[in-house]
């Protein structure tokens, strides 16, 4: 079986924009989500800075028992999975009728565990931990949530796969429909982003420390980038077979038409050239386009200083002989972790859609390395039809994903 | 305490962190079948009686109990034993 898979819905929960009209504006406008965030620095991190997004109040949306059960990515998760649904227009009744499933990115729950086991601590006694801490801890939670709160009965579980998480859901829910096993996946990706999750990142120098200008830390591509901006939030795209979405007269969005990807067989965290090459050709091949289909690379460029030479080289290597458009959201959104190969996703939809390229913001002077590449300084307005996104993790995975304006 | 007082504080709890709708919380209410609680709402149980009576109780104790009268009289059976220690 060779289903076509579209994308039907999405949705978007980020620090630069709590829902997909928000997120346009923001892409459109380049405008920054990136803050200083003092309590960072009292609790001994090398960097304070973050991106940041408000917690939804959930109450009167979901019932204790649903609430109580849910961490911070989880919530995050939800809301965008809310926007995703109600843009597919799919309701409670589609799903009771059909075996939807869900691959949800994910690959911490850091605050959760922390807190409950700070309580055990003080209180001896593992039952006043009450009922939601366990749910609230591991690394499936994102999944085991939204699967209770939809009602899912499909397949279920999460893809943990570090920086590459969502973008590797995506590319296994596009699988799962290709191949027949499944009609409808919910796929994203999901980042806490509390000041507990994310100290062991910034023990490795990783972060930027261009603490005096929180908007102009993430620098992806441009030569006096210093290093990442955590971030965090939740996205998610809902998967369909085209037969599928068909029938019932949905939304179609886009179509996914390839997915690479590699592991760099080397370092645990340094980057190679040859691992993203062969996610790259990997992906045209399933594809079967040509380098010169690809119109717009959003790049996982993160800013520091050797992931993004790295990817640069790559990128040249694959599409110097056509040179597509290149641009970070992270320059904008700083580096969404476990979320962000599925919010860049996200984030190249809604550029499709209103025909425009958002801009790799504080790109001032390229290195040797970006100065091969394309990269949109400024926000063009073009439309498109055809883009790829790269997502890169510790371990060495790499995930390429290609998506096209449906037809 | 007053046994008043303890009602009234369980039914507070109830209402206020368990979203149980107060007109049905009757003598005879059962709190499974007409307040709603489930076994994870026990494990729940556990901590508000922690955090409001400072005693603890473990989750099997309320396996004799059904009725919201049969839970508040195990609650008020325990807070005044714990007084008079």
């Known amino acids: ?407 | 305490m007053k046994n008043e007082e303890i009602i009234e504080k369980i039914k507070a709890f109830l209402v206020d962190e368990f979203e149980v709708e107060p007109e049905k919380i009757t003598p005879d209410a059962n709190l499974k079948d007409s307040l709603g609680l489930d076994s994870l709402d026990y494990i729940d149980l556990v901590v508000v009686i922690e955090s409001n009576f400072a005693f603890k109780v473990k989750p099997e104790d309320f396996s004799d109990i059904n009725s919201f009268k049969e839970f508040c009289d195990y609650v008020i059976q325990k807070v005044n034993a714990k007084e008079l220690v």
Not at chain 1, 26 to 38: A, E, M, T
Not at chain 1, 191 to 219: G, H, V, Y
Not at chain 1, 223 to 247: F, H
């Open chain 1, 1 to 407: 079986m060779n289903n076509r898979v579209v994308i039907t819905g999405m949705g978007i929960y980020s620090c630069i924009g709590k829902n997909l009209d928000e997120v346009r504006d923001s892409l459109f406008q380049g405008k920054s989500g990136i803050i200083f965030d003092p309590q960072r620095k009292d609790y001994g991190y090398r960097s304070a800075l973050t991106g940041f997004v408000e917690r939804p109040e959930l109450k009167g949306l979901l019932d204790r028992r649903a609430r109580i059960m849910l961490p911070e990515e989880a919530e995050y998760a939800y809301m965008a999975t809310l926007e995703a649904l109600a843009n597919a227009k799919m309701d409670a009744a589609y799903i009771a009728r059909r075996e939807v499933g869900i691959f949800y990115g994910n690959d911490s729950s850091a605050k959760a565990v922390i807190e409950s086991n700070d309580l055990v601590r003080e209180k001896k006694d593992t039952t006043l931990l009450g009922s939601g801490a366990v749910f609230q801890t591991m690394n499936s939670t994102v999944n085991m949530n939204l699967a209770t709160i939809f009602r899912l009965r499909g397949v279920n579980f999460t893809v943990s796969a570090a920086c590459a998480s969502g973008s590797h859901s995506i590319g296994l829910g596009y699988h799962f429909i290709k191949t027949g096993l499944q009609d409808t996946i919910i796929c994203g990706g999901a980042q806490e982003i509390n000041f507990l999750s994310m100290t062991s990142f910034d023990a490795l120098s990783a972060f930027s420390i261009r603490m005096d200008e929180p908007q102009k830390a993430s620098r992806p591509f441009d030569r006096d980038r210093d290093g990442l901006v955590p971030s965090g939030g939740a996205a998610t795209v809902i998967l369909e077979s085209l037969d599928s979405a068909l029938k019932r007269g949905a939304p179609i969005l886009a179509e996914v038409v390839g997915y690479g990807f590699s592991s760099n067989g080397g370092h645990i965290s340094n980057p190679t050239v040859d691992g993203p090459v062969r996610s790259l050709e990997r992906a045209l091949q399933d594809a079967g386009l040509q380098v010169s289909d690809i119109e717009y690379i959003n790049a996982h460029a993160t800013s520091t200083p050797a992931g993004d030479s790295s990817e640069a080289r790559a990128i040249h290597q694959v599409f110097g002989s056509s040179n597509p458009y290149v641009s970070s959201t992270k320059s904008m959104t700083g580096h969404e972790c476990w979320m962000a190969g599925a919010s860049e996703i996200v984030y190249s939809l809604v550029m499709m859609k209103n025909g425009f390229i958002a801009p790799n913001i504080n790109f001032e002077n390229p290195d040797e390395d970006s100065a091969k590449l394309n990269i949109v300084k400024s926000t063009l307005q073009r439309d498109f039809n055809v883009f790829l996104s790269n997502s890169f993790g510790f371990g060495g995975t790499n995930s390429t994903l290609i998506v096209k304006k449906y037809v």
